[in-house]
């Protein structure tokens, strides 16, 4: 499994690999500070899973516009939005993009392996 986690915050990118590899040991993580980082590493590498924040501070990419191409890169890409921002704050806007799931900050690992055990698209 091929997962991509992108956030301005280098202390909840360790949070996020460091939780995954403890839910999915498997896993290749790539833990990605912008939106280019990310789209290069789903070209070169595959993604089966994205977490990314919404709002990827200090970026003019949104997680909204990083999630829509990453899934023109895998259509079955798994999305999952971890934000600090209020569900209902860009609800109609993520639900457009067919997520997966969506977590808020702070998380847990409890949280987190609840969205990797209901992923939208199998993982083969």
């Known amino acids: ?13 360790f ?11 498997e ?3 790539a833990a ?11 070209r ?12 990827i501070g200090g970026s003019e990419t949104g997680g909204l516009d990083l999630a829509r191409w990453i899934r023109e890169i895998n259509p079955n ?3 999952i939005f971890v934000t600090v921002a209020p ?5 109609k806007d993520v639900l457009q993009v067919r997520p997966s799931g969506y977590v808020r900050k702070p998380f847990n ?7 990797f055990a209901n992923l939208r698209y199998a993982v083969p």
């Open 1 to 13: 499994m091929n997962v991509i986690c992108v956030d301005d915050s280098r202390l909840t990118l």
């Open 15 to 25: 949070s996020l690999r460091r939780k995954i590899g403890c839910i999915v040991p």
């Open 27 to 29: 896993a290749r993580v």
């Open 32 to 42: 990605c500070h912008n939106a280019k980082q990310a789209v290069d590493s789903a």
């Open 44 to 55: 070169k590498n595959g993604c089966d899973v994205l977490l990314t924040e919404l709002d």
């Open 77 to 79: 890409v798994n999305i």
């Open 87 to 91: 569900e209902w704050e860009h609800a």
């Open 109 to 115: 690992q409890e949280e987190l392996a609840e969205e």
